[in-house]
C-alpha cells in the first residue's frame, strides 16, 4: 500500500498564504497523478487540484488564480499553494494518489488530511 503524509496546514487570517505538502511513499510502481481535495464540515469532498505525471493539470474554479499545484516526481511529492486564502477556503485538505502499488492492479488513496482554517 502506499502511505501519505499531509502537512502545512493550520490556522491563517483572510488574504494569508499556507503551503501544503504531500509525500507519497511504499510499495509504488508507478504515480498516475497526484493531488488535493477537500472537504467542509458538512460538505462534500471536492476537488481543489491534480497534475498527472504526465503533466497535466487540473484545477476548481475557486482555485484559479490563488492555488498553485505542483509535483516532485523524485520525490514522490506534491505541493499546493494557496495565497489570497478566504474564510471559505476552510476546510480539511486531502491528498489524493492514483496509481499501481505492489498487490492492486489500480489504486486511489487518501491522506489522513490537513486542516485549514482561515479566520480573522
Known amino acids: 500500500q502506499v502511505q501519505l503524509a499531509e502537512s502545512g496546514g493550520g490556522l491563517v487570517q483572510p488574504g494569508g498564504s499556507l503551503r501544503l505538502s504531500c509525500v507519497a511513499s511504499?510499495?509504488?510502481?508507478?504515480?498516475?497523478?497526484m493531488g488535493w481535495y477537500r472537504q467542509a464540515p458538512g460538505g462534500q469532498r471536492d476537488l481543489v487540484a491534480y497534475?498527472?505525471?504526465?503533466?497535466?493539470?487540473n484545477v476548481a474554479d475557486f482555485a484559479k488564480g490563488r492555488f498553485t499545484i505542483s509535483r516532485d516526481d523524485a520525490k514522490n511529492t506534491v505541493y499546493l499553494q494557496m495565497n489570497s486564502l478566504k474564510p471559505e477556503d476552510t476546510a480539511v485538505y486531502y491528498c489524493?494518489?492514483?496509481?499501481?502499488?505492489?498487490?492492486?492492479?489500480?489504486?486511489?488513496?487518501w491522506g489522513q488530511g490537513t486542516q485549514v482554517t482561515v479566520s480573522s
Open positions: 489524493n494518489f492514483k496509481g499501481v502499488v505492489v498487490g492492486t492492479l489500480v489504486g486511489d488513496f
Open positions: 511504499g510499495s509504488i510502481n508507478s504515480v498516475y497523478s
Open positions: 497534475r498527472t505525471t504526465s503533466g497535466v493539470i
